[in-house]
């Protein structure tokens, strides 16, 4: 499952070869291989349903 610790430094490692900081708020993170929770968006797991949750409430939908 996708967690901070493992997260975070991706996010940081791409912000830092940008040169943007404001990258590690926008950068998603996918571990392949991994079970359900194995997205990370912002430092945090999400399953499957909390990205279409996400998603909607983005785009304004029900």
Same mark, same amino acid.
């Given at each position: 499952m996708a967690t901070p610790a493992t997260?975070? /430094?991706? &996010?940081?490692i791409? #912000?830092?070869? #940008?040169g943007d900081p404001?990258? !590690?708020?926008?950068? *998603? !993170?996918?571990?392949?291989?991994? /079970? &359900?929770?194995? *997205?990370g968006i912002n430092g945090h797991a999400n399953t499957g349903a909390d990205i279409a949750a996400l998603a909607r409430a983005e785009l304004g939908g029900p």
């Amino acid at each position: 499952m996708a967690t901070p610790a493992t997260t975070q /430094p991706a &996010e940081q490692i791409v #912000a830092t070869a #940008a040169g943007d900081p404001s990258l !590690v708020d926008r950068t *998603w !993170v996918l571990i392949t291989e991994s /079970p &359900e929770g194995g *997205w990370g968006i912002n430092g945090h797991a999400n399953t499957g349903a909390d990205i279409a949750a996400l998603a909607r409430a983005e785009l304004g939908g029900p």
